[in-house]
């Protein structure tokens, strides 16, 4: 039986849509909601309870197949029976009502989920920190970057002088230093202030916001299909680490670590090479600088490996590796015990995490782990990926550039112009589809990892629909 | 009957003390969690399963009575039944197992869950953002706040200049401005990157961070008692003001917000005054700008009032309240229209808060509001205070500066110097009491909402015992 019938037996054979988009029912719930909270970017009110499987349900009814799957953060389906156990357990009850500071007092079974979280560490890792959301990892993980660059340009000293102790206070040298995060164009890291930093996918994300004036450097753009154009992609790769190289060189505060995500996803759905990637990785050695690897979108499973940079045998591997979203909780990889701060409390906050997410977190990781769900998504990614691969032929003028090709279901495609690909956006929801974007021009595939054959072919069922109307 | 009898009918009677602090089953605990996770901080490994109101359990079977309730944010008791319902519900357990993207696919039962929230706003407050910490709560005030301050510079026009779009991508100027957050020494507003430019209360939290050049004022530092020193303590306040308004005057960046605990906790207890707090709410008007009262930690009932600053009736109200902590949810209250982003998606990211968080805070919320806690809080406060005021006129040279009269159970106190406090707080662990520490010379009192008058026995008991036999 397949893994989500095993699942779901009662999963939807079929979208359903019953009224106009959003529905009426919808639209009086978004005018409520709006009284009490932002409720401008909602596309709809979702009935979780009636949600199932692969298919989220409005309040009016509609019921659509998703493969946005709140933005790339639902695991294993929506009402999972294997997660509803574990949010049933008596473990979970107490770790919502009695949350630790986990720091400081962590519980007789915090080993074992931080464990179950190093389960399914990448290849190479083995120590995890944790967190609360892709922004939160990612900042900790800049943290430990900037303990770790200080500690070696104090040659490994632990003592910190009393001028730095004071001056820290007031946000000034030495004690708080000029360093960096080297990040991407077309990167996305968060939204907080120094992710913000490190962010450059669209304006809107960090107009009025003071920032740090850290560099960016160009991520490769590739022709596509990326077989056709295997010199020029190679020219770009060289290219675009000339200039990350220009950067270190001419930095005008020292670069502590190279951010970058495997692919680069609100910007685009931008892959990096291997070459890329391993390039980063000597770049960063030898500057004697981190390499952090931004999984917080690609990881857990979606593109047919567990974390996306496994498709790349980096050695070594990356020093930190961050991920939140579809783990359902947060926080980075590492292994280098240099990384762990040379001084308790550096690292630390209040929480340190969320017992209840890790939890879950850890189960979610076991069930991939023992459906081989990387597997599936890579068998029906390959399925997926060649009708559209069909469809691209079919409609050469609205399927430009589709990229995900082995990299299961993580797939997007572009269109010609911006307004083209809202008003696609908007007629795949009235298939039936419930589908995002990324970048400005382009559509991205985000299905749970329990998306199958049964339910790409409705998908690009609909897809086409919309296509021939056009 | 009591509300902790209500609530705790097996609640232990005493603190019971079995083994050395740490106890060997903790020590081998620690050890196997340090393998996985930076474990110097853990003070002992808990258990659980086995805590129960005010009482928590370690692994060794010692029973601690706690006032520090997991650095101030245990509300109601550990393993509270009325919880212990929330956490089993079926709306739980869809909380955890469906997250949403909240901010575009809110569930049926979000408007519900965010007026859960509103129902225990502070006076004033009519609206609620939320985030993920306390850290994360004020950072998304910041944001607000730069948001509301250019929107104020451009003359409440929408559009963004091509430059602005432009030079933002670069985190250059004009797209990112040089906008600043203005907080006191001895602040402490969490240990993210903009959080820990405002933060003031030790070196370690912040050491080796870039930062933001913001400035800070002085905190005012009152002669205790304070009833003796009227005269003296109102000539603080203003001085310190003024420091504020020479701030505003000479500032190289304009401030846009000036950030405030009404009492600075972790920095050491120190209470502002009405008078302080009033003259911050003018003079921010008078400049323009907006002031942002973090009550991450002096929130939800702890001063015997729902929120600390009504004790003050600053009027007009602070522009945005912080919480986080007791709350178990995190976010900001506000109640001006204009500090809603003028165009959607700026204060936006994948998960926009967590509702079973936020589920679990409205249900503390009510649980609160029912019992009246905070009344219940400033019962037991007084006399809790009434008898450190007793110990303090016995033992002079170890219980200075007693402060939070009339602040419910929100009492600290000073050693002359850091051994004595450290000493203090390891000796009365050995009376199982598990007590925190506050700035270097101080202990805090953070008990739960359910601390009662018979556990303020127990306490003042061994803190007595210890006392004495210095």
Not at 8 to 23: D, I, L, R, S
Not at 33 to 60: H, M, T, W
Not at 234 to 249: G, M, S, T, Y
């Amino acid at each position: 039986m397949s893994i989500s019938a095993q699942y779901f037996p009662n999963e939807p054979a079929a979208p359903q849509v019953k009224t106009a988009f959003p529905g009426p029912q919808s639209q009086d719930a978004v005018k409520l909601l709006g009284q009490v909270f932002d409720a401008r970017p909602v596309y709809f009110v979702a009935d979780y309870e009636k949600s199932n499987g692969n298919y989220i349900v409005d309040v009016d009814g509609n019921t659509y197949l998703d493969v946005y799957a709140q933005i790339a953060s639902i695991p294993l389906g929506y009402n999972n029976p294997a997660l509803q156990a574990v949010a049933k357990s008596d473990k979970m009850i107490r770790a919502i009502i009695d949350r630790p500071a986990l720091g400081n007092f962590p519980g007789k079974d915090s080993e074992e989920i931080i464990k179950s979280l190093l389960d399914v560490a990448p290849k190479g890792q083995d120590k995890v920190w944790s967190g609360l959301s892709g922004a939160d990892a990612n900042e900790l993980a800049f943290k430990a970057a900037f303990f770790w660059y200080q500690l070696r340009r104090r040659g490994y000293k632990a003592e910190f002088t009393a001028e730095e102790s004071k001056t820290v206070m007031d946000n000034q040298l030495p004690g708080s230093p000029d360093l960096a995060v080297l990040s991407f164009e077309r990167a996305f890291h968060g939204r907080l202030f120094a992710t913000a930093s490190t962010t450059r996918s669209k304006p809107i994300h960090k107009l009025d916001l003071p920032s740090f004036k850290w560099p960016k450097a160009e991520f490769p753009t590739y022709k596509y299909p990326l077989g056709e154009h295997a010199k020029d992609n190679e020219e770009e790769d060289k290219r675009c680490l000339a200039i990350v190289e220009e950067k270190f060189q001419k930095a005008s505060a020292p670069i502590a670590a190279v951010l970058v995500e495997p692919i680069q996803s609100e910007g685009g759905d931008n892959h990096a090479s291997q070459a890329f990637l391993q390039g980063l990785r000597d770049i960063t050695i030898k500057h004697g600088a981190l390499l952090i690897m931004d999984e917080v979108q690609t990881g857990v499973g979606a593109t047919g490996k567990f974390w996306a940079h496994e498709h790349f045998n980096i050695s070594p591997a990356p020093d930190m590796v961050t991920f939140s979203k579809k783990f359902q909780s947060a926080g980075y990889y590492f292994h280098d015990p240099e990384i762990i701060p040379n001084v308790a409390y550096r690292q630390f906050n209040t929480w340190c995490g969320d017992p209840a997410r890790m939890l879950l977190g850890g189960a979610i990781g076991a069930e991939v782990k023992k459906h081989d769900l990387p597997a599936v998504v890579a068998r029906v990614g390959d399925y997926l990926y060649k009708k559209l691969e069909g469809l691209a032929q079919k409609y050469p003028d609205f399927i430009h550039n589709l990229r995900g090709k082995d990299r299961g279901t993580f797939i997007a495609w572009s269109f010609k112009e911006a307004p083209l690909r809202n008003q696609f956006l908007s007629d795949i929801k009235k298939e039936g589809i419930n589908m995002g974007g990324c970048a400005e021009d382009s559509v991205r595939l985000r299905p749970t990892l329990v998306f199958e054959e049964k339910h790409a072919d409705i998908l690009v069922a609909a897809v086409e629909k919309v296509l021939a109307g056009y």
